[in-house]
T-cell receptor
Framework: GAGVSQSPRYKVAKRGQDVALRCDPISGHVSLFWYQQALGQGPEFLTYFQNEAQLDKSGLPSDRFFAERPEGSVSTLKIQRTQQEDSAVYLC???????????FGDGTRLSIL | AQSVAQPEDQVNVAEGNPLTVKCTYSVSGNPYLFWYVQYPNRGLQFLLKYITGDNLVKGSYGFEAEFNKSQTSFHLKKPSALVSDSALYFCAVRVRHSGTYKYIFGTGTRLKVLA
C-alpha cells in the first residue's frame, strides 16, 4: 500500500485484558513512531524505532506497554492488563531518515470497558 | 522544558477571508518546525515544514507559515479560506532527546470556515 496501515481500526477490550496493535509502515521507511492521542489533545510521543532498534521508549507510560519491530518493518504495540486510562487513539507514523516529515496511519481507537 | 503552544482552541473565519492559526515554541537550539492537519477519524497529514532558509515556507493546499525567530513563532496562514479547510491543525517541533530525536505536538487548534 501507499500509506501507513494500522489495524485494527477499533478495539474494545475489558479492563485487565491484553491488546496488540499493529502498524505497517511505508516500505523503506527507517523511522517509526508510536503516539497516544487522548480526546481533544495532540499526539503524545510513546516510542521511536530506527529500523529494528528501539532508540527511545521514554514516552511509554508504564511497564504494561511494550513495543517491538523485530525485522525493521511491521511494528506491534502491546498493552498488558489494560486499564480504563489506556483508552485513546494510538497513532503510528513512519518517515525516511533525517528531516523528512512523518506519514501517519489512521490510528487504532482503543476503548477499555 | 521544551514545548509547543497553540493558544487558540478554535478559530472561526468566513470563507474567502485570510486565516491565521498561531503557534509558539520553546526549544533549545535551532528548531525544526512542522504543521499537520487532522480530519475526523483520520491520522495527521503533513502540510509544511521549516528547517532552515527562507522564513516564509509554502506548503500543501495553499497554506504557508512564517518562522519568526525573535518571537519564537511559526504561525500558519492562508490568504483565502475554504470550507473544506475546516479541520484540526497541529503544530509540532522536532527536538533532540536521549541521543536521538522526538516530536512534540501542540494541543491543536480547530479551524472552522463558515460559508
Amino acid at each position: 500500500g501507499a500509506g501507513v496501515s494500522q489495524s485494527p481500526r477499533y478495539k474494545v477490550a475489558k479492563r485487565g485484558q491484553d491488546v496488540a496493535l499493529r502498524c505497517d509502515p511505508i516500505s523503506g521507511h527507517v523511522s517509526l513512531f508510536w503516539y497516544q492521542q487522548a480526546l481533544g489533545q495532540g499526539p503524545e510521543f510513546l516510542t521511536y524505532f530506527q529500523n529494528e532498534a528501539q532508540l527511545d521508549k521514554s514516552g511509554l507510560p508504564s511497564d504494561r506497554f511494550f513495543a517491538e519491530r523485530p525485522e525493521g518493518s511491521v511494528s506491534t504495540l502491546k498493552i498488558q492488563r489494560t486499564q480504563q486510562e489506556d483508552s485513546a487513539v494510538y497513532l503510528c507514523a513512519s518517515s525516511l531518515e533525517g528531516n523528512q516529515p512523518q506519514h501517519f496511519g489512521d490510528g487504532t481507537r482503543l476503548s477499555i470497558l | 522544558a521544551q514545548s509547543v503552544a497553540q493558544p487558540e482552541d478554535q478559530v472561526n473565519v468566513a470563507e474567502g477571508n485570510p486565516l491565521t492559526v498561531k503557534c509558539t515554541y520553546s526549544v533549545s537550539g535551532n528548531p525544526y518546525l512542522f504543521w499537520y492537519v487532522q480530519y475526523p477519524n483520520r491520522g495527521l497529514q503533513f502540510l509544511l515544514k521549516y528547517i532552515t532558509g527562507d522564513n516564509l515556507v509554502k506548503g500543501s493546499y495553499g497554506f504557508e507559515a512564517e518562522f519568526n525567530k525573535s518571537q519564537t513563532s511559526f504561525h500558519l496562514k492562508k490568504p483565502s479560506a475554504l470550507v473544506s479547510d475546516s479541520a484540526l491543525y497541529f503544530c509540532a517541533v522536532r527536538v533532540r532527546h536521549s541521543g536521538t530525536y522526538k516530536y512534540i505536538f501542540g494541543t491543536g487548534t480547530r479551524l472552522k470556515v463558515l460559508a
